[in-house]
């Protein structure tokens, strides 16, 4: 049985991707500022800050993963527009103590990191390859940027073995942000309008999707730097999106 440890395990997509290694049959820990719902936490999960290296430390020695999979951070691009030294901060710093962690254990594992299609900005079109050049346009796309610089400095530098999952629009229960799940709220009262033109599009997957993505990624990829991304291939416009949601209400 191989050993995964999900740092954000109770976030949006953490969740879905602890069900989605359990189910593969992987043995699961799972570590996050937030304790799991209705329970505390036990030896299987760990409360407490990425940016606390005595706390990075413990969950390490403790779980002895064959993988680490970084869904850890904040998520919202409007977010950092308006605090782009907290964004940064919360992108990069836990991350690194994840990462020296790692390649200080007698058998590093290998560390997946959940970034997103936000590093390539406005690609001139979808579906996106991983070899087109990064060019992000928001705080969040410049550090999910540099949290991928940093898995190339500690693979070129102490040899740990890492790959990157790059995100595209994710949806599914439990999202309480983004446009899928601002037009279904607005819906639910009542309101069926749309905002902007309808043309604006994005490449949509299910959470339980990306999840998926990330076992595979886990269980079949070489840890060699690679980078994935992890996206249905399909633009779908905002227009269309919404006359579903509106369809199903």
Not at 19 to 40: D, E, K
Not at 107 to 125: I, K, Q, W
């Amino acid at each position: 049985m191989k050993t995964v440890l999900i740092c954000g395990a109770q976030g949006f997509i953490g969740r879905r991707t602890v069900l989605a290694f359990q189910q593969a049959g992987w043995q699961v820990f799972g570590a996050g500022r937030s304790a799991p719902a209705g329970r505390a936490a036990d030896d299987a999960y760990f409360r407490g800050h990425f940016e606390d290296r005595d706390f990075v430390v413990r969950v390490l020695q403790h779980a002895r993963p064959d993988r680490v999979v970084f869904i850890a951070g904040p998520s919202s691009v409007q977010e950092s527009f308006l605090n782009p030294v907290e964004d940064f901060n919360r992108q990069t710093l836990p991350l690194i103590q994840v990462l020296d962690g790692a390649r200080l254990m007698d058998r590093a594992p290998g560390v997946v990191l959940v970034s997103s299609a936000a590093v390539y900005g406005n690609p001139a079109s979808i579906p996106v390859s991983e070899d087109v050049a990064c060019n992000p346009i928001s705080p969040y796309g410049f550090h999910k940027l540099h949290q991928e610089n940093l898995l190339k400095e500690f693979s070129a530098l102490y040899g740990l073995p890492i790959c990157t999952a790059r995100v595209f629009s994710t949806y599914g229960a439990g999202l309480r942000q983004l446009a899928v799940w601002d037009v279904t709220r607005r819906a639910l009262r009542g309101d069926v309008t749309l905002h902007g033109t309808g043309e604006e599009s994005r490449d949509y997957l299910h959470v339980s999707d990306v999840a998926a993505a990330l076992e595979q990624i886990c269980r079949l990829a070489d840890f060699c730097g690679e980078s994935f991304n992890v996206a249905s291939g399909v633009e779908t416009p905002m227009a269309c999106v919404a006359a579903r949601i509106f369809e199903v209400i």
